[in-house]
């Protein structure tokens, strides 16, 4: 069993700041790949940012310059650090994790999870 457990989300001023939190636990062997995907209503769901476990980073367009992706490998933790935030951010993010979980004795199995999504809203 696999968790997903986002925080941070909420209501801000366009301008200002907020820090995502997304934590995985259970079953898990190794991390392969962490993001954060967002949907606003009536959208579809889109790459924000993706962080691999070497550090490497990507972001979409939309983003660069104002949001950082950062993660902490030993408590399978992946932040998202918004600035600057429009209103066009406003959507809810959701966690993404590329892992490998524990799949009986001696095997393992890659997934592709999905955190349940935190709120963001930016809005004078």
């Known amino acids: 069993q696999v968790q997903l457990v986002e925080s941070g989300g909420g209501f801000v001023q366009p301008g200002g700041s907020l820090r995502l939190s997304c934590v995985a636990s259970g079953s898990i062997f190794s991390i392969n790949n962490m993001g954060w995907y967002r949907q606003a209503p009536g959208k579809e769901r889109d790459l924000v940012a993706t962080?691999?476990?070497?550090?490497?980073?990507n972001y979409a367009d939309s983003v660069k310059g104002r949001f950082t992706i950062s993660s902490d490998n030993a408590k399978s933790t992946v932040y998202l650090e918004m600035n600057s935030l429009k209103p066009e951010d406003t959507a809810v993010y959701f966690c993404?994790?590329?892992?490998?979980?524990?799949?009986?004795?001696?095997?393992?199995?890659?997934?592709?999870?999905w955190g349940q999504g935190t709120q963001v809203t930016v809005s004078s």
């Open positions: 962080i691999t476990s070497g550090g490497t980073t």
């Open positions: 993404n994790a590329d892992l490998m979980v524990l799949a009986g004795i001696g095997a393992l199995r890659r997934i592709f999870y």
